[in-house]
């Protein structure tokens, strides 16, 4: 087929796609105030193009880490590479993209979510009519693209992850639906690559859930390996290729193609000496942290006070947490539906088998990895949540794929209700978290929590 041939209806999508993203990169143009922060991947760029991988101290300050002299960021390189077009503007180097980028990455993800329930619903017309619309409105109105709206440096790194993950789970759930071929592969293995270039965390967890993929599938084609081998192959060159790319990077960093952050050298550690304390003793990541993890995430009362006048849990945080960041969420509120939907998922797995069921746990306990490393991680930052959803809407989507074939789900009026908190939770916690200040949430709500949101919105 010729491109003359192609109908205009199937280049829409593309044509709209491009303006999105001419649209939000625009930003980038319209005088306000930068923080130099938001310029590190500007930096990040301008040295890697002449093979050095440190940043301007002057730009990354305290959130650099001093190796040799030289200082360093941690973030991954690939929103920095995206920048490369921008280098033919004069003065590329202090313009802010960060807005644009950002901006960019959510569109990416609401697109490529939405095409995977389209997929679901073009597949299996017998998927439940609530279901489906209730599904677009939290797609679109909670959670991943509605929470995280405070846009800098911080969210542009988080949001490009979340999109690879929403990438490799609509691989996924298209494996589900229409087998898993070469095509699924490559963008499984593109999805991880990219992650790991991004943030290591998703990244680990995208890969594994890939490896899991290979493994489960070199088993179900043991009596065909050869012909298996062959076609996993390029995916799996392509993924070891990106693995090299990161590997290169953390060696020019650290001096470890293996580290691909040392807090030892963090400059914050000057402002926080605790926490090269607590990192000595247990680790950045330590299996002790879950129960106050799952608190975080998922049942803050962590900010309230108790009849001694202290915070709840504050003994415990102290001793294992460097910082627990406002505003104070819970999955449970912002995204119930998608939560109902994956348990739904888990249900139907172990009642009953499938012949792609073993993969699909597999891609799920794979994508539970990032997850879990937030879990115990020690910091508990809000914008880690997004490190959850993968693994919520792969679960989700897998539900959904259930409830068209005749499985349990929940009725209209219920998904109603679940759709309608969730939109109506998230967006007040996205308000919450745009009028909010960033850093340890403690030492911002001494007056109590309820204090501190009434003076934020200006109502006391």
Known sequence: MSFRSIPIRRLRPLLLAVVAVMACYAL????????????????????????????????????????????????????????????????????????????????????????????????????????????????????????????????EVCFWAALWGALFVAAAIHAQLRGLGRGALLVLALAAGLAMLTRVSLGIGLVAAFGGVLLVESLRHRTDLRGWLATAAAPLLLLLLLGGVTALVNLGRWGDPLTFADYHHYNYNAWYPDRLVRMAEQGLFNLHRIPFGLVYYFAP??????????????????????????????????????????????????????????????????????????????SMNFRYRLDFYPLFEFLAFSGLILAARGGPAPGPRWTAMLAIVSVLASLLVGAAYLVGRLGPGQLLIGDGVGAYYLQAFGLR
């Open 28 to 155: 980038a143009l319209v005088p306000r105030e930068v923080h130099p922060l938001d310029l590190t991947f500007n930096s990040m760029l301008d040295h890697l193009l002449r093979g050095r991988f440190d940043v301007d101290p002057a730009i990354v300050g305290r959130e650099g880490f001093t190796v040799g002299g030289q200082v360093m960021a941690y973030w991954g390189i690939l929103p920095a590479l995206l920048r490369l077009p921008f280098t033919l503007f004069p003065g590329w180097r202090t313009l802010d993209f960060t807005i644009g980028s950002c901006l960019v990455a959510l569109v990416g993800m609401a697109a490529t979510k939405l095409w995977t329930l389209r997929l679901i619903r073009t597949e299996l017309p017998g998927l439940p009519a609530w279901l489906d619309r209730a599904m677009i409105v939290v797609l679109l109105f909670s959670g991943a693209e509605v929470c995280f709206l405070r846009l800098s440096l911080y969210q």
């Open 301 to 378: 009362v962590w900010v309230l006070r108790g009849a001694d006048g202290q915070l709840l849990l504050d003994a415990t945080r102290q001793k294992w947490i460097d910082a627990a960041e406002l505003p104070p969420s819970s999955f449970l509120l912002t995204d119930p539906l998608l939560l109902v939907l994956g348990g739904l998922a888990v249900a139907g797995w172990v009642r009953q088998s499938s012949a792609h069921r073993a993969r699909s746990v597999a891609i799920a306990l794979g994508l539970a990895i990032p997850a879990g490393l937030m879990l115990c991680a020690v």
